[in-house]
């Protein structure tokens, strides 16, 4: 039996431990059918990805589940994997080539692709390491990549049998497009930003004089486009010149005038500009009417051909050269201050331009039908509720989701064309050497016009013509589309296998609540059409973390933190308890964090260790500190001690497991029984509704308080008594099945304690605390009546503690009490008490009334459970001592907030001063006023 060191050292321990659990295969499970299972595939970070305090509060949820689940006996399932991440990574790399004065296309295609895979090799996986230093138990045997062979397979045979199935079509659409990243982007890949804009209203002369319409636009380049001015042909304004024509100023071609329900006669002047080629809804218009489309901002956000004299130019230096011309012109009757909601790129947050192109979609109408049945029966459940809600709405008005994407990393779509059966309709190059591809110029080719081969391999040959010259479609898919394989393409589909027979569907899916859309819905989407049942039963969507401000944790944004550092400080189980305690479901989780500068020592929120640099000194030596981590430090120290305790008192000859009749424990042994039994029922009930706060909170509340400060400490000093192998039994018994409850939050911790406690209090025998059985509920270890009289004990002492510190004494003096009992019964219960009352009290002697004592002793007062307590004061010359050792204190007192608040009163300081600086004056100011209200409810106290 191991002996605890006198101080707790996770550094010591955690890589030790985390290296036997995955030697021994306690991470990896069996594809048993006869056994209950539990099955959780974890959302795959991106291969670019590093651990931020998000994928630790993910992940620790999730490993939390995994092993309480193994615990009770479930064969567990929680596989890793990652995600290739096609935007990212392709842009990680490129950045990469940049430093080297190269980019992708002078390495060309396949060369590039070599180097992404080297760059993955490299760096990709990182966040593997991290994640088995915060503790989980994933099953490393089947960690997968959404670009490995297996994987790759099963992306290209969920597009294959969409498209035969025609879900999969290829159209001319506009889409949304980002120039920096040069491909398109879905809806939800998009983030809004309010800016200052201006609205341009523009009049457009009537063709043939008479008049004009006025327009108004944001975007005034996009005009160049314009193939007709729409107004609602409800509107009695236009009535007459619908059918009409106006004039395009600069551009002086006509435009008609259609009449559309889309025109709003309420805004503005009630005629709206129709751009088709980069406007989704003008697009709408343009099919409507049969309107032409005409392009005027190429995918590299400059002026095309179709622009006129303002071709070449880049957008915005467009848009300037034209607001111009329009003035002179006369025709820009005003410009006036506009909110603007803009589009985004949520990778790059470079503006989108909406662009119509060529790309591929998915038909959602139908297949969203049964992922909308599945939640509304209640088959697939959101944690909390509210998100069903958000859910159903946005998969109620979905759209055609476009899955082209113009990157070379990624799965490639499985679309090929045949040379010789489109001819020159396909702008090709010379013939390739042998091994390459044919070269084509994909920007000059309309796609949409070819005869197109979708197939899970290339073909050899032309099915229609028997021609050997075949290309494959450039782009790749979104990743979204190959993630929204992930609950059963990770288990071997399109296959049929064990794993994906045992363990799908999944159990539960935790996840973040911005990408409900993104993926959520496309899991159960896919789940729904391929295997005909739902992806998980349940969806977690766990809070946002925000720092301090409110602010998203982001090290993008600079207001993240590396848990890592935290881990380092505090510990592993120190950071994950934190996590697990704040995780409520009811609202965002608030993550203190403070940066300490070891060079000049200041301590400050806003400092960071993303921008290395400290903002007062400018050294880049600093480090984070969390009062909430170091308070879940605390606690593992405190289950340190308390262990140390148990075990420096355990006798070798002590036999564990069978406790005393409850007839032969004393209350507080009956107590503690009762209220670990009602902490293990409120565990389970808690982890099983994912309430993980609550959990923790009751964990927390029955270790740190009941048995440590209240049980293990009446159980002191009857350990001298004969009562001590009953004691050491109960002590020994309930710190091993707290243990056992407390690992799933705090592993390391737990299993170092456990592995020292003798094998005979260990009533599993089990080789770890990670796989022994988790504690259930059993009634009958709870006594009502225990807690009700210990409730009264507890509330006595507690009220004699506060007494003693009113009357200014240290706590170690024992101090005579009286007690006026509201009843005889509660006299009996503290008559039975009295000697553990007086131990935990610090009472010299407990005088049981009554009724009150007679008037004229001088005492303080508090109302007790048992009736009401009484501290006398003792003889009045030491009543006026501690009254004027008050009063001097008092004025001390005073005389430090004056000097406090003058500084605040200074605008001087306030605004030289740094804000800590600051900050420190005024805790200063509402420290001493609270000290100061305390001396003074004291001495209203000692003066009657």
Known sequence: MPELSKTYDPKSSEERWYEAWDREGYFHAAADPKREKFSITIPPPNVTGSLHIGHALCYTLQDVLARWKRMHGYETLCLPGMDHAGIATQNAVERDLAREGLTRHDLGREKFLERVWQWKEQYGGTIFQQFRKMGYSFDWERSRFTLDEGYHRAVTEHFVRLHEEGHIYRGERVINWCPRCSTAISDIEIEYEDRDAQLYHIDYPLEGGGGHVTVATTRPETMLGDTAVAVNPKDARYTDIVGKNVVLPVMNRPLPIVADDYADPEFGTGAVKVTPAHDPNDFEIGRRHNLPSVSVIGTDAVMTEDAGKYAGKERYEARDELVRELEALGVLRKVEPYQLSVNTCARCHTVIEPLLLEQWFVRMEELAGPAMDVVKSGEVRFFPDRFSKLYLNWMESIRDWCISRQLWWGHRIPAYYCLD??????????????????????????????????????????????????????????????????????????????????????????????????????????????????????????ATVMNQEGQRMSKSLGTGVDPLELIDRYGTDALRFALVEQAGKSQDMRFSVAFECRNCGKVNSTLTPYT?????????????????????????????????????????????????????????????????????????????????????????????????????????PRLKTDEAPAVRSILAGVLECTLRLLHPMMPFVTEEIWQALPEAARPSRAPSVMVAPYAVFDETMVNDAAEAEMAVVQDVVTRARNLRADAG???????????????????????????????????????????????????LTAQTAAGTLYLELGDAAGVTREIERLESEKKAAGQEMARASAKLANQGFLSKAPADVVEKQRQVVADLTARIEEIDARLALLRG
């Open 421 to 542: 059966c489109n001819g020159k309709r396909i702008v090709e190059a010379e013939t390739p050497v042998p091994g390459e591809e044919f070269s084509v110029d994909w920007g000059k080719t309309r796609v949409s016009s070819l005869k197109v081969i979708v197939a899970r391999e290339k073909p050899e040959a032309c099915p229609d013509c028997g021609g050997t010259r075949i290309v494959q479609d450039p782009d790749v898919l979104d990743t979204w589309f190959s993630s929204a394989l992930w609950t059963f393409a990770t288990m071997g589909w399109p296959d049929e296998n064990p794993d994906l027979e045992c363990f799908h569907p999944t159990t539960v899916l935790t996840t973040a609540r911005d990408i409900i859309y993104l993926w959520v819905a496309r899991m159960i989407v896919a789940s729904m059409h391929f295997l005909n049942e739902i992806p998980f039963r349940d969806v977690y969507i766990y």
């Open 612 to 716: 290395a640099q400290c903002r007062e000194c400018g050294s880049t030596d600093v480090r984070a500190e969390s009062a909430r981590v170091e308070q879940a430090r605390n606690f593992a120290n405190k289950i340190w001690n308390a262990s140390r305790f148990v075990l420096m008192n355990i006798d070798p000859s002590d036999v564990f497991g069978g406790l005393p009749s409850h007839e032969h424990l004393r209350v507080e042994d009956r107590w503690i029984l009762s209220r670990l039994a009602k902490t293990i029922q409120t565990v389970n009930e808690a982890l099983g509704s994912y309430d993980m706060d609550v959990a923790a909170h009751a964990l927390y509340d029955f270790i740190w308080s009941e048995y440590c400060d209240w049980y293990v400490e009446m159980a002191k």
């Open 809 to 859: 004494m240290p706590p170690s003096k024992r101090l005579p009490f009286m007690l006026a009992a509201e009843s005889a019964q509660m006299a009996d219960v503290v008559r039975r008490n009295e000697e553990a009352i007086k131990n935990l009290g610090r009472i010299e002697t407990l005088e049981i009334l009554s009724a009150a004592p007679e008037e004229g002793r001088r005492a």
